[in-house]
């Protein structure tokens, strides 16, 4: 079982992008899906995208246009970019590793708030 | 895109008693892409079912999934005090690919 840690900035001002960077241990990210998934204060689950360590992407029909997911393998970090926030991205953002098309392995999450 | 409703919203029972929690799918869902979590307040969320019957490592026997098509069920067999959360199900659809999930059941004391 691999270990995920989100990073990144706790605050982030409307109109900016949030960055977040999700560190991967006890495990090679050089295999498996990874992918972002995001929970607002009190509401439920959305699906952000995912990863192949390769480099392939796929995301969020309803973020697409302003979302971008990288990896560095030679880091074992995967990262998330959410260009143009508003105060609706507020959330807890949890990294995780994807297997049996469900979600294996989560991140312990970090909240997110976009405000001036 | 797949929408899955959960039913009920809100689930009050006592410990010892069976829980049935409902997902139903706007259109059919391979039964190898359903999944079903757990999550605690504060916590991140645990997958307990995929592949609608599997139970994930470490899953106590007490959990259990079934269904296909579009109406999948999540059923504790007998409450444990830390069974009191809120479930989710989970679907991989295909076109587009990606996740989908409900939007939970909370099952309360």
């Known amino acids: 079982q691999v270990q995920l840690q989100e990073s990144g900035p706790g605050l982030v001002k409307p109109s900016e992008t949030l960055s977040l960077t999700c560190t991967v241990s006890g495990g090679s990210i050089s295999s498996y899906y990874w992918s972002w998934i995001r929970q607002p204060p009190g509401k439920g689950l959305e699906w952000i995208g995912y990863i192949y360590y390769s480099g392939s992407t796929n995301y969020n029909p309803s973020l697409k246009s302003r979302v971008t997911i990288s990896v560095d393998t030679s880091k074992n970090q995967f990262s998330l970019k959410l260009t143009s926030v508003t105060a609706a991205d507020t959330a807890v953002y949890y990294c995780a590793r994807l297997g049996d098309y469900s979600v294996k392995d989560w991140g312990q999450g970090t909240l997110v708030t976009v405000s001036s | 895109e797949i929408v899955l409703t959960q039913s009920p919203g809100t689930l009050s029972l006592s410990p010892g008693e069976r829980a049935t929690l409902s997902c139903r799918a706007s259109?059919?869902?391979?039964?190898?892409?359903l999944a079903w979590y757990k999550q605690k307040p504060g916590q991140a969320p645990r997958l307990l079912i995929y592949?609608?019957?599997s139970r994930a490592t470490g899953i106590p026997d007490r959990f259990s999934g079934s269904g296909s098509g579009t109406d999948f069920t999540l059923t504790i067999s007998r409450l444990e005090p830390e069974d009191f959360a809120v479930y989710y199900c989970?679907?991989?659809?295909?076109?587009?690919?990606?996740?989908?999930f409900g939007g939970g059941t909370k099952v309360e004391i």
């Open positions: 592949g609608a019957s």
């Open positions: 259109q059919s869902v391979s039964s190898s892409y």
């Open positions: 989970q679907q991989y659809g295909t076109s587009p690919p990606g996740l989908t």
